[in-house]
């Protein structure tokens, strides 16, 4: 070990314990994720004025059952999404173990596609714009991503690369090597870089006013903060010279330019947009 290295706060990944009941730090991240998302969702809905034709896709007291079937969507989808993704021989050899999520073991990509199934099924049954219903829950998702690294480093998980930076530490699990806290970079760019970015298209630029814009913008800038990360984080595993994090995000980033290219061809940036003053 370094003498330079910063040693891991080893925190208890339970951060409460309730007779046999065990509420994990991670299982608290998914629900701070969800009902602070959930919460700003609310608030989009309720200003008009973001919208197209000063209209809501769907009244706010919907957003309670959009809550649920997002929670079905990324819980079933961020699991298989594990599975098949990352560990499909271990799973496939102990399928028991499949349904087990609180043992940890979630896949973004896997929760995204989750998500958007869920998404298009609640817009259809609310009659909504389902482009408009993504751009919602796009704008909300970096929440969720940014408790969920911070779970990652509590948990001393999806660690770094071996590094001599200063910041660098020594992870329980990763052997006496200091490395980059990967968990911490990705919670800053994937969560409140990309949030941010959301946030200044939605409020400032009324990029809610065209569908398909800020969900686009998340996909293409998800994309691209987690490959960024990826050059700092151990790999899962690599194929070829790409680690499966910068592979799963590339349909992602082409998705996302092709939504917001799609957009401006839908609706040009002029419609629907009210003039200052």
């Known amino acids: 070990m370094s003498l330079l290295a910063i040693p891991f706060p080893e925190i208890d990944p339970v951060a409460l314990r309730l007779g046999p009941i065990a509420v994990k730090w991670y299982g608290l991240a998914y629900m701070a994720g969800l009902l602070l998302g959930w919460l700003y969702v609310k608030r989009l809905l309720r200003q008009t004025r973001l919208w197209p034709n000063d209209k809501a896709p769907f009244t706010p007291d919907r ?28 799973y496939f050899n102990n399928p028991l173990e499949i349904p087990a999520v609180w043992k940890g073991g979630m896949a973004f990509h896997g929760g995204l596609i989750g998500s958007i199934i869920a ?38 998980e999806l660690w770094g690369r ?79 010279p790409l680690s499966a994090g910068i592979l799963y995000s590339l349909p992602m980033l082409a998705g996302g330019i092709w939504m917001i290219w799609w957009s401006g061809r839908r609706m040009p940036a002029s419609v629907n947009v009210p003039r200052s003053g």
């Open 63 to 90: 957003a309670d059952d959009l809550l649920l079937f997002m929670t079905v969507g990324v819980l079933v989808g961020g699991r298989l999404g594990n599975v098949l993704f990352y560990e499909p021989a271990y």
């Open 162 to 240: 071996p590094s001599s930076m200063p910041w660098a530490m020594v992870f329980p699990e990763a052997g006496p090597m200091p490395r980059h806290p990967s968990q911490l970079y990705e919670a800053a760019l994937e969560g409140l870089v990309l949030f941010a970015l959301l946030w200044w298209l939605a409020h400032a630029r009324l990029a809610l006013r065209r569908p398909g814009v800020v969900a686009g913008t998340f996909l293409a800038g998800y994309a691209v903060a987690r490959s960024v990360c990826e050059l700092f984080r151990e790999p899962d595993f690599l194929l070829g």
């Open 119 to 156: 998404i298009v099924l609640f817009a259809r049954r609310v009659g909504a714009d389902a482009w408009s219903v993504l751009d919602a829950c796009a704008a909300a998702t970096p929440i969720g991503l940014f408790f969920g690294r911070l779970a990652n480093f509590i948990n001393g």
